[in-house]
């Protein structure tokens, strides 16, 4: 069974530029998360879907950041402009019971 | 107070060795408990879940203290791919599905 899948795999860009991230979450999968995680720290909670709702988005910076979730599968998540804060590995994970997350490899970001 | 604090570590231990690690949580509506393992650059996979009256799989073993708000996870005869950080994970307030730890660094040394 494939895994959760994520491109690309590293990013680097300049400040001030623009970045998307994609997600394929597992098969019959209806929840997906986007997560952020630091060097050194636990993955953090952007955003949550359910099927193609956002039901939890309270972390989202959203002046910059934005995510969706088409046709309640793929999902993007896009940050404009980057900051040199927004250094990271960017983690996809989906599940099917409520705590049993399956991650994807991430996105390793490099804003400088 | 932090929702999840686990002591970064690291914890360096030879082969063979058993090896216990603790977590505290916040929350004390938190009704799931999970341990995740995440190898250097990988992604974090579930470990095992935490069961009130305690769990086994094999040579780690997982326990929940409601009363002091703790969970814990004890790795028996520890192997050289057992070297990886290990993440506390607890269901956070409202509607929150997970919160985690920064996580528990293990090495194991030959």
């Known amino acids: 069974e494939a895994g959760v899948v994520q491109s690309p795999r590293y990013k680097i860009i300049e400040k001030k530029q623009p970045v998307a991230f994609w997600c394929n979450p597992i098969?019959?999968?209806?929840?997906l998360y986007w997560y952020r995680q630091n060097l050194g720290q636990g993955p953090e909670l952007l955003i949550r879907?359910?099927?193609?709702?956002?039901?939890?988005d309270s972390q989202l910076p959203k002046d910059r950041f934005s995510a969706e979730r088409l046709k309640g599968v793929d999902s993007t998540l896009k940050i404009q402009p980057a900051e040199l804060g927004d250094s990271a590995v960017y983690l996809c994970?989906?599940?099917?019971?409520?705590?049993?997350?399956?991650f994807g490899p991430g996105t390793r970001l490099t804003v400088t | 107070r932090k929702e999840v604090e686990q002591d970064p570590g690291p914890f360096n231990v030879p082969e063979g060795a058993t090896v216990a690690f603790n977590c505290t949580y916040s929350?004390?509506?938190?009704?799931?408990f999970f341990w995740y393992r995440q190898d250097c650059r990988k992604e974090p996979k579930l470990l095992m879940s935490?069961?009130?009256s305690g769990n086994e799989d094999g040579r780690f073993t997982a326990q929940l203290n409601r009363a002091s708000q703790y969970i814990s996870l004890l790795i028996r005869d520890s192997k050289l791919s057992d070297s990886a950080t290990y993440l506390c994970?607890?269901?956070?307030?409202?509607?929150?599905?997970?919160?985690f730890g920064k996580g528990t660094r293990l090495s194991v040394i030959a």
């Open positions: 098969s019959g999968h209806n929840t």
């Open positions: 994970v607890v269901n956070g307030r409202g509607n929150t599905p997970l919160v």
């Open positions: 879907y359910e099927n193609e709702e956002a039901v939890d």
């Open positions: 929350n004390s509506a938190s009704q799931s």
């Open positions: 935490v069961y009130s």
């Open positions: 994970a989906s599940s099917f019971l409520p705590y049993e997350q399956y």
